[in-house]
DNA sequence: CGACCCTTTGAGGGCCGTCAAAGGGGGTGG
DNA sequence: CCACCCCCTTTGACGGCCCTCAAAGGGTCG
């Protein structure tokens, strides 16, 4: 099952003005004064193989980052161990702005699958706003973006029953991967999520997790095996999850 | 148990100049060209009634606000009325940024008492970013905080069993209280919230919630009656949530 | 005094967690 | 090339936590 790996993503040369990101249609375009502002901002790129973590729980990180390519997932874990997963990150998501203001990091980020990284350094964070503020006004907008993923995680640990946390985690990630690319014509050929994640992702035990979802698969709405995700009946787990998203606008990327 | 209410706050006269909220040591202190932008931004003031929305969900609101007085709360609701609330809001919190990037409101604000708002256009914004990139820092920051806190607020409703969400909810709202001087002394003297809050916040039903509150009062850590709640055993209720926090550093307050 | 809202308590059941163990695929080492 | 091991998935059994239903208690307001 873990056999099958994606295409190697084209590497970052580390020239910011020919990074291949920022011409998908999922991302605003920049102009050439601002990909040099983020050029002086970014101080290189980092490499974290799957299941490592980007970054370590309690520890403040001296760095932002953009992922680049790969799948990862920002977790907290209670001192015996429990843990939920707080959101997930694709491509163009920028993190690690929590920790800015607080006195230490209080999440963990890990790497779902092999992960590229533009790196920033935290202490030219200010000056990156003094300087641009419309790529500020960017961060802002993914902070708030990133608000608005685990205000819906939130309900749906909250107040949604099984099958309904189980049909919104399925079509959210569908979502989110054919927004980037990495998923189409309701087929994510790579999906590297396990079952534990997904049990920690919408507060399920693991096993429940894997009764809920054979049980979406037996009705025909899903197929999940290996590492391949197929959304069968994407209008029957909207319905289910009540759970309705309109098509996002392009996003900025830093 | 409704009648006693908090001494009516002083009123905003509309002038930045002269704002008392940033005199309190909760907030980082503002120079005077950056108050002066802030009262550009600023459009008015509003009141708005216990128990009337300030936000209403599904509805893109022109305008943002920083909560003056009185204490509110973001929530989302699924269509079949189940109800979850996001964050709670006290006096210095700023709102509506998530939908500044969004197609349309996806969240609404209740006012949990009365309530005043500094208004601010939403057509404003990138000017005030423009302007003045040290507040729009200070916005992301803000964004961030808020995000901190739904987090937390996801563990809780995901992975923490029901004593341990109700310890974890009274603990966080007393801290908030006493920071911006609503609470003191382990003490609460105008609690707004009812059960069926705390019961939507944490993610349990109301008469569970109900049961778990009785049982951690009869176990002395806390009392809550009338509309005061009083922490009798901080230290227990942090370890029985697992929930630690150090104290948080000033914020900037827009 | 009655209506209404919120709180409180009890009863019963179901959803979901825990425990346990088998199945299956891939990787490693012999 | 095969055997073994490990990790992940799958299924069953059982129990308990928490939800729903129901109704009484208490305070406030009209």
Redesign the pocket.
Known sequence: ???SSPPTPAGCDGACATCDLHERDAFLPLSDAERDAIAVFRSGSREVAA?RLIIEEHRRSPNLYTLYSGWAFRFKTLSDG?RQILNFLLPGDFMGLQDEFAEGTTYGVEAATDCTLCVFPRDRLWDFFNRQPKLGYAITWLAANEEKAVDDNLVTAGR??????VAMVLLHLYRRAERVGLAADGRVPFFP???????DAV????????????KL?RLGLHR???NVLEILEPHALEQLGDYFERPQRPTPLI
Chains 1, 2 share one sequence.
């Open positions: 099952m873990q056999a299941g429990r949604r029953a099984a099958a309904e946390r999520f396990q079952q534990q994640h997904i049990a507060g399920l035990s693991l096993v429940h997790t894997n009764k809920t979802l054979r698969q999940l095996e290996g």
